[in-house]
């Protein structure tokens, strides 16, 4: 009897053992394919999270050169410019100077057409910009008063002479039909500036000329085309 109790709890203990070692082994199991799944899905995430926050090698570049494109383009836009070596404009009020006596040289010439005009040739001889407002006055030798203007020929802005630069004015000498009277022939003749008291000696090429009472003179122009039209 005591035998069988025996052999009956060494069968029992033997089971328990077993059954033991079975559930040790499904805990390990499952506990390595839960290990493996969280790593996998670990992995995934990362790649995932990845994709989303980079840029491909080929659209950095393109973004890169788009930026440098714009970048220089604005760079050449904001060092354009333009202006003298010194900065300053030869055209502003403070570098002009009116033209006078002082400042210039004149030359008057008889020209064949139209019939007894003469051209006056104003050269600006100074370093700068000099304006010339109005009329010349002439002054012809013997002349006891100084001509009319030419009203008509009056420009729409003042002639403005850069240096070396030439004006032109054109003096009708006489009436062709002979209604200025006898007139007298001149030898000399001077030239007045607007604004100034000061007289130029104008080189009278040919020597002479002959005027008489209709003696009248334009104002100055910018070529001698429009003077000679007056």
Aim: with cysteine; charged share 20%; hydrophobic share 30%.
């Amino acid at each position: 009897m005591r035998t069988r109790m025996l052999a009956a709890a060494t069968v029992a203990l033997a089971a328990l053992s077993l059954t033991a070692c079975g559930s040790e082994e499904k805990v390990r199991d499952e506990g390595a394919a839960k290990s493996s799944q969280s790593t996998s899905e670990d992995a995934a995430a990362g790649s995932s999270s990845g994709s989303d926050d980079a840029t491909p090698s080929s659209d950095r570049t393109k973004t890169s050169g788009n930026g440098s494109g714009s970048e220089s383009s604005g760079g050449k836009g904001a060092n354009a410019g333009t202006g003298t070596a010194d900065g300053s404009d030869p055209d502003a009020p403070e570098n002009r100077v009116p033209c006078t006596a002082a400042n210039t040289s004149v030359t008057a010439a008889p020209v064949p057409r139209p019939l007894n005009y003469m051209l006056i040739t104003i050269t600006n001889t100074g370093s700068k910009l000099c304006d010339l407002p109005g009329y010349p006055i002439l002054k012809f030798e013997g002349a006891q008063s100084v001509p009319p203007v030419i009203e008509d020929s009056k420009p729409q802005a003042v002639t403005s002479l850069k240096p070396g630069g030439k004006g032109y004015a054109a003096a009708i000498l006489s009436a062709g039909d002979g209604s200025g009277g006898e007139g007298y022939t001149a030898t000399s003749l001077q030239i007045g500036f607007q604004g100034s008291d000061r007289m130029a000696d104008a080189a009278l090429q040919g020597g002479d000329v002959h005027i008489d009472s209709k003696l009248r003179v334009s104002y100055w122009q910018s070529d001698s085309a429009t003077a000679l039209g007056s």
